[in-house]
């Protein structure tokens, strides 16, 4: 039993869900059956951990059904239906945190039961409350399709002959929302294509984007910044596009809802990473890059369930690193690691603390920070040793830089939790590194070369320096 459907759901609860299920299986409108209160409450006392030796089917079977002899089919049938109990719950509770669609469910209701005064009174207070509160609802444009196509029908069962504008609205917006959802998918179409291996056939979308060129569509913010970010994704010359995005973005920032805003602000983001890496307007794009990590940080929308990754915690940093603002980053480390879980905080303050001290030349600093660090990450972990080569290059500790470089190189080799692509960009490091120590000034010009020319590669500059350094001593 303890790898059932009805553990696993249950597993999912919080507190307040534990609470709020048991009155709704106490109400007999939705049950009337005392075996499955029965058995709900002998599994509740048994949360959070659940443990095995008190799930095994005949004790379970004895709390619930007493001294009945033993059936696993009738089990089961109590189990099954408590699942489906619960699937219910979850519903309602998803249905009623939407007011939205409650709102457009109850006006639905009174138009089929033909109550016109109850549908006029309740109409305007529906339709204020969907404009309040826009910025909420990600599917703002369907349900003001679905209000406009409840007018219409309501108009339909008058009989009038006259003009009504909710046949019109209806029409305008269910394009309004099918833009914006083609629009997305072909971006997140394009961008899959960029990461992953095969390809998707993108329909129509030229069509879209042709007509969309051709009508104004500031009107509605989310069709406007998803078309730029087609563009962002699709064209080679986008900087004028990211500009219109920015300025989008600060125009209608407060009309769009939180669950878009992480969307858009990391297409955005990656935008400004592939310039950096193309080195575009390096210092621009990493300061553009900056700002949109901490407004989403800021405004908590770059946070997964009210907590900052570590990799974001690292990337901003990383960034204001980029730019020397080191007193902003020391001060953004200790005040932003607090964000993280729990379980995150130590090896996150004490990593990025490192770099920073590296990057600021205190390298004993950076290496007292690097041992507390406990590589609970296999990213740490790579981070670090890269960290140490190049102090142990900057202190000229060749003999322990060469003993890094070497036993570096066996664990990636070994180590099977990298991928593929990670290990050759981290062994091309290695090799070139040892190609530049080894190398005499004459042979330099055709490492600098290999170092362009090397597409996967980490701290790419950082080489280029030491190998030019080297060419000029």
């Known amino acids: 039993m303890e790898n059932s459907k009805l553990i696993v759901l249950l597993k999912s609860f919080n507190k307040e869900e534990w609470r709020t299920f048991r009155e709704f299986l106490n109400a007999p409108y939705f049950n009337k059956r005392k075996d499955l209160q029965q058995l709900f409450q002998y599994l509740r006392a048994l949360s959070p951990e659940f443990p095995t030796n008190k799930l095994k089917n005949e004790l379970v079977f004895k709390k619930v059904f007493g001294k009945e002899p033993y059936d696993d089919k009738a089990l089961k049938y109590v189990m099954n239906y408590l699942v489906k109990l619960i699937e219910r719950f979850l519903v309602f509770q998803k249905m009623e945190k939407d007011e939205a669609l409650m709102n457009n469910f109850l006006l639905d209701t009174l138009v089929e039961r033909q109550l016109n005064k109850h549908y006029k009174g309740h109409l305007k207070k529906v339709e204020k409350h ?29 009989n009038l002959r006259k003009y009504d504008a909710n046949l019109q609205l209806a029409s305008n917006y269910l394009d309004h929302f099918y833009f914006v959802q083609k629009l997305k998918y072909s971006c997140e179409m394009l961008n899959r294509t960029n990461v992953f291996e ?119 940093i990383k960034l204001g690193l980029n730019l020397k603002q080191y007193d902003w980053a020391e001060a953004f480390i200790r005040t932003s690691y607090k964000k993280l879980l729990p379980e995150f905080q130590a090896d996150a303050l004490n990593y990025n603390l490192a770099d920073l001290a590296y990057r600021r030349k205190k390298y004993k600093e950076a290496q007292h920070h690097l041992l507390l660090v406990e590589y609970s990450d296999v990213f740490y972990s790579l981070g670090a040793k890269n960290m140490l080569l190049k102090i142990y290059y900057e202190n000229q500790e060749i003999e322990a830089l060469f003993a890094l470089i070497a036993s570096f190189s ?16 981290y062994l091309n490091f290695t090799s070139l590194l040892q190609q530049i120590l080894r190398a005499k000034p004459e042979k330099m010009p055709k490492i600098i070369e290999k170092i362009n020319a090397t597409e996967l590669l980490t701290s790419r500059n950082w080489l280029l320096e030491v190998a030019k350094d080297t060419l000029q001593s």
């Open 198 to 316: 095969g390809s998707y056939d993108l329909v129509f979308i030229d069509e879209v984007v042709t007509y969309l060129a051709q009508h104004k569509v500031e009107e509605e913010p989310l069709i406007a910044i998803y078309l730029q970010i087609f563009h962002l994704l699709q064209k080679e010359d986008a900087e004028s596009n990211f500009e219109y995005l920015k300025q989008l973005l600060a125009e209608f920032y407060h009309q769009i809802p939180k669950s878009e805003k992480k969307i858009i602000y990391l297409y955005a983001i990656n935008f400004c990473v592939a310039k950096i890496g193309k080195k575009i307007k390096q210092v621009y794009y990493v300061e553009e890059c900056l700002k949109l990590y901490l407004k989403g940080i800021d405004e908590n929308f770059l946070l997964n369930n009210g907590y900052l990754s570590p990799w974001t915690f690292k990337n901003t």
């Open 130 to 158: 969907l404009m309040d509160n826009r910025g909420q609802y990600e599917n703002f444009n369907y349900y003001r399709y679905q209000l406009a196509d409840i007018g219409n029908r309501h108009y339909s069962n008058q």
């Open 410 to 425: 066996i664990y990636l080799r070994r180590n099977k939790q990298i991928s593929n692509s990670f290990k050759v960009t």
